[in-house]
């Protein structure tokens, strides 16, 4: 991605990139349609670096339907469809199948998080 605007820590304000790799200084409205893109995407900075991290770390899934999309599936006999009723993530480990919403509550990313949510109590496996 070729950034619009750079941050110059010599003068201590943003400006616009005028980098040699572009060819040219880009100009204000190619700058103004990036930022309505942005503000019509609905996310606040805060979600576009947490979205960039979880897709960095290899977190982030894009699912290739909805809820309420109709989906097909082919057979010998023909083609049958359905209405997608719901989308069930699990992730399966040697101890069992957790959902998303199990985490901090009943598994754990540390074992610290683990331990402080037992009370401090360890149980060894």
């Given amino acids: 991605m070729q950034r619009l605007i750079v941050f110059n820590e010599l003068m201590g304000e943003y400006q616009m ?5 572009l060819g ?13 893109e942005y503000e019509e995407a609905g996310l606040e900075p805060e979600d576009v670096a947490v979205l960039a991290r979880a897709k960095a770390e290899g977190r982030l899934v894009v699912l290739p339907c909805k809820v309420g999309d109709t989906i097909y599936e082919g ?6 469809q359905a209405v997608v009723d719901e989308i069930l993530i699990g992730i399966w480990t040697k101890m069992g199948v957790y959902e998303p919403s199990d985490f901090e509550k ?3 990313l540390t074992r610290e998080a683990a331990e402080q949510a037992l009370g401090g109590r360890k149980n060894e496996r």
């Fill in 75 to 80: 057979y010998p006999e023909g083609i049958d």
């Fill in 106 to 108: 009943t598994v754990f």
């Fill in 24 to 36: 040219k200084s880009i100009g204000t409205k190619e700058i103004f349609r990036k930022l309505y």
């Fill in 17 to 21: 990139n005028q980098s040699a790799e």
